[in-house]
């Protein structure tokens, strides 16, 4: 199993849909989560920490499901300017800090 | 204030020949990643560097691949020999290491190399 997995997609999705991805982990013991988006040919940028309680920043909300494993993104509203890809990313702690990246979910705003 | 720089931004290279990134983290962050990212795919850590020591060098090809960070500020990732496989995006990130916000990384632009 993968430490961090991720449907590629695509999704494509009109403008104004909502839309939701899911991200699993397989180390239980993580503890830090992260959605990071990534512009076709351009650098991953952090697009929004995950935080236990949940988080939500405008139309982007970040939900923690430890007992099941997962992180979710909701996009409401969305734009044309969200195509991008979205990816998933997990921290651990064990003497040093270490991430992982899940292969990202490609998402396409459709006029 | 000032980003990762990277550079070369892009590379053309033969199988075989040999090819050096380099990277400067943003001033203070004590630790530095390089990532390869093939096309379709995620980041996948090659080196992770705290302050000029290795932590994290477990997915390097170590017969090909080389990097050292000295002075605990820039860094230079050296392939040698290429191979095809090795085409794609070279990421460096810096994270500052300290206490909530280790975790986020903020990268460079990339190198972009084609092995011919």
């Known amino acids: 199993r993968k430490e961090v997995e991720q449907d590629p997609g695509p999704f494509n999705v009109p403008e104004g849909a909502t839309v939701a991805f899911n991200c699993t982990y397989s180390?239980?013991?993580?503890?830090?989560f992260f959605w990071y988006r990534q512009d076709c040919r351009k650098e991953p940028k952090l697009l929004m920490s995950?935080?236990?309680s949940g988080n939500e920043d405008g139309r982007f909300t970040a939900q923690l499901n430890r007992a099941s494993q997962y992180i979710s993104l909701l996009i409401r509203d969305s734009k044309l300017s969200d195509s991008a890809t979205y990816l998933c990313v997990v921290g651990n702690s064990g003497g040093y800090q270490k991430v992982t990246f899940g292969i990202g979910t490609k998402l396409q705003v459709i006029p | 204030e000032a980003g990762v720089a990277q550079s070369p931004r892009y590379k053309i290279i033969e199988k075989r020949q040999s090819v050096a990134f380099w990277c400067n983290p943003i001033s203070g962050h004590a630790t530095l990643y390089w990532y390869q990212q093939i096309l379709g795919q995620g980041p996948k850590l090659l080196i992770q560097?705290?302050?000029?020591?290795?932590?994290?060098d477990s997915q390097l090809p170590k017969d090909r691949f080389s990097a050292e960070r000295l002075k605990g500020v820039d860094s230079t990732l050296k392939i040698q020999p290429a191979k095809l496989e090795d085409s794609a995006v070279y990421l460096c990130?810096?994270?500052?290491?300290?206490?909530?916000?280790?975790?986020?990384?903020?990268f460079g632009p990339g190198t972009r190399l084609t092995v011919t």
């Open positions: 990130a810096s994270s500052d290491s300290s206490g909530g916000r280790s975790y986020e990384q903020y």
């Open positions: 560097f705290q302050n000029n020591g290795v932590v994290d």
């Open positions: 180390n239980s013991a993580s503890q830090s």
């Open positions: 995950v935080y236990s």
